[in-house]
């Protein structure tokens, strides 16, 4: 075994100094989110009576229990950080641990790399080790910070560490679950859908038992139900986390004998042959066939999110009566009661808006994939343009979106527009218009990826901006000026006379230049890889 080991040390450090960086985003986004919990529900939900009626609205709508799971105890700051966060953090440091698991060793073989280093003083199990100690040592970081900043933003310690432990025992978990997934998939890539869509299924099945208020005992055959049952602020169960740490163990355990006994380069799950000729002969069937397998995945991912929204609009009124402190989140801009429901519709499309925006950059980000792995030259080497090549992956990007967005705005349309009491035609418009901002947040990924792709966490920019004006902006009554960065701000509501469609014209240039900035960047610059 210690043979199986040689090298772990150095491989380690070296990947903790290349490769560690790639966990801060996963670091700072769930320690926001769990620190922002504690600083704005003072703030916003100042009274127990606004409390309650958020805790009985809440309790009314099981879409929310589907996402957030349920909600134990909301009358303290660290009970709705725990209800608000838990799901989320987990969710965040689940997705860091697969990621950089399967990045550290499948892709490693995928891209050659493990090659160079197998062929210096390296043990056969080294690589492995130090990809699941980067996670482990990561999932530990976000935990650990995520824990210490939200009490000094006013949480309490015990009730913030246990929630940053809760996060980090999901990152082992998880890592673990990526660890054996990258010893059956055939590539990084199948390896990640499995590790991923296990984690999906895990969420998915975790809501809907609490949802449908299961039997306790159900709580026990889901290890993400583990850890909602810690119960930060309203029992602080420490104790739940032992299974976390057990199956870890064991998980780890089965991937390392596993990775022993399987052929380098190969998964347990052998690919079929592929077709005696090739079939892709156009850069826009390449774009698709690139991203057939997230593009399934967000297919299924949309239909469930127009349910959830569909859902929770249904409830709207029950979410927004006599509670002035959500109106101000979710219909901000209604100066009437009786504008509370446009307003709300608007928010609600935004926010469908910008998790569409995600597989957009999704794509873009594809394209730097390819080129940093060598595959997007030869490519460009025969009779393809590169502006033929460019296009056909930014058409997909913006065309993949207003799809997901459209379909997602049909189920909230059926759903819930009677009890809206807003027209069927008049919901589905709103969605409409929500497209062109749509656009803009992924027109700023075209912009990075084709002129400036060294800083391709850039790409996210328009997504963040969006989520965070369009979510915090009007809590925090932040100024027009401020608001209006956000594309989204732009959006008219269709169901007032004075709509105000110049707002679609600006943000529309907006996108057009972005987009001409991506195009001249990616025709004049050189290629990486």
Known sequence: MSNALTGTGPLLRATVRFDGRSFVPWILIATALSASSVLVYPWVFPTQQDRLGLALAIGSNPALGLIFGPAYDLSTDDGFNAWRSLALGGFLAALGSIFTVTRSSRGQEDSGQAELLASGVLGRSSRLLAGVSLALIGSVALGGVAGVVTSWCGGGWNASLLLGATFTATGWMFAAVAAVTAQLGSDARTA????????????????????????????????????????????????????????????????????????????????????????????????????????????????????????????????????????????????????????????????????????????????????????????????????????????????????????????????????????????LLQAVVTVPAVWTATAVSVAVVGARPQVVIASWAGVFISFVLTLLGPTFRLWDWVLAISPFWHVPNVSVDDAGWGGLVGISAVTAVFLLIGFTGFRRRDLDG
């Open 192 to 427: 990640n859908s499995l590790a991923v869509g296990t984690f999906g299924a895990l969420f998915l099945l975790r809501g809907f038992l609490y949802s449908v208020e299961a039997p306790d005992w159900t709580s026990w055959i889901n290890p993400l139900s583990w850890m909602t049952e810690t119960r930060p602020a309203s029992g602080n169960h420490w104790w739940t986390l032992l299974p976390a740490m057990a199956l870890t163990l064991v998980l780890l355990a089965i991937a390392f004998v596993l990775q022993s006994r399987r052929d380098f380069g190969q998964g347990a799950i052998v690919p079929g042959p592929g077709p005696a000729r090739g079939r892709v002969g156009t850069p826009w069937s390449l774009a698709v066939r690139l991203n057939r397998a997230p593009l399934l995945t967000w297919t299924v991912a949309f239909l469930i999110i127009g349910v959830v929204f569909g859902f929770f609009a249904r409830s709207f009124k029950d979410i927004l009566s006599g509670d002035s402190a959500a109106a101000s989140v979710l219909a901000s801009g209604a100066a009437t009661p009786d504008g509370l429901a446009p307003a709300f519709l608007v928010t609600i499309l935004s926010l469908v808006g910008i998790l569409a925006a995600i597989p957009g950059v999704q794509i873009l980000q594809k394209v730097r994939i390819e080129e940093l792995e060598g595959r997007l030259e030869p490519v460009l080497a025969a009779a393809v343009p590169r502006s033929r090549y460019f296009t056909a992956n930014a058409m997909l990007a913006l065309a993949t979106p207003t799809m997901y967005l459209l379909l997602a705005g049909a189920i909230i349309t059926a759903l819930a527009s009677g009890d809206l009491g807003i027209d069927a035609g008049k919901v």
